[in-house]
């Protein structure tokens, strides 16, 4: 498909300084969504592992409950558990990856879970608050990562867009306008030529006939 555009010599030029510019956007954002999916895979193996590390620690920490759950009766359980003095605060700040502002979130952690005399609870209930605390943390690591990863996922998406349409609609529209707007101008210049001839070739008969 060509552009509807005069056949011109200044709309040739002005159409190949746009091609050179839409062949450079092309290279810039063909590089940006190499490096942001050099990024994606990377989190996505981040990801991973934390998903299951958290999975893990979140067994552990149920299976340690459910032991603590039968050894204790369930009022000195409710009351082990009635006051913590654990406080969680989360800070949402964000960063660029590749012009693409991704979430940072900051917890802060006071206080303690375990707010209960040794006297009356087994050790198993340690454990399985111990394991809690640790995967709090770890689940916003997790979920700082994944928001991250939709976020690159989406941008991804969108440079490739961008992408295709360079390089499957504009550039080859482009190019094929120059070839076309060339060809006209050759054809201009040829017929050109042949009347310039034909013009000198009438003046020099009239001198002859002279």
Do not use: W
């Amino acid at each position: 498909m060509r552009l509807a555009v005069s056949a011109t010599r200044m709309e040739l030029q002005r159409l190949k300084r746009r091609l050179a510019i839409a062949r450079r956007g092309h290279k810039l954002l063909k590089d940006k969504q190499d490096e942001l999916m050099r990024q994606f895979m990377q989190l996505v193996q981040e990801v991973r592992a934390l998903r299951r590390t958290v999975e893990e620690n979140l067994q552990a920490a149920f299976r340690s409950f459910t032991l603590a759950s039968a050894a204790m009766s369930e009022p000195a359980l409710e009351e082990a558990l009635a006051l913590p003095s654990k406080r969680f605060e989360l800070a949402v700040g964000e960063r660029a990856i590749m012009n693409v502002r991704v979430p940072v979130y900051t917890p802060s952690v006071s206080g303690s879970m375990r707010c209960y005399g040794f006297a009356t609870t087994t050790g198993d209930l340690d454990a399985s608050l111990l394991a809690i605390e640790k995967v709090v943390a770890q689940a916003v690591e997790l979920a700082q990562a994944e928001k991250t990863m939709d976020l690159l996922a989406d941008e991804i998406d969108r440079t490739r867009r961008r992408v295709n349409a360079l390089e499957y609609n504009l550039i080859p529209t482009l190019e094929e306008t120059i070839r076309g707007i060339g060809a006209k101008l050759a054809e201009f210049e040829r017929s050109n030529l042949t009347r310039i001839m034909k013009i000198k070739d009438m003046l020099e008969a009239q001198r002859g006939s002279e």
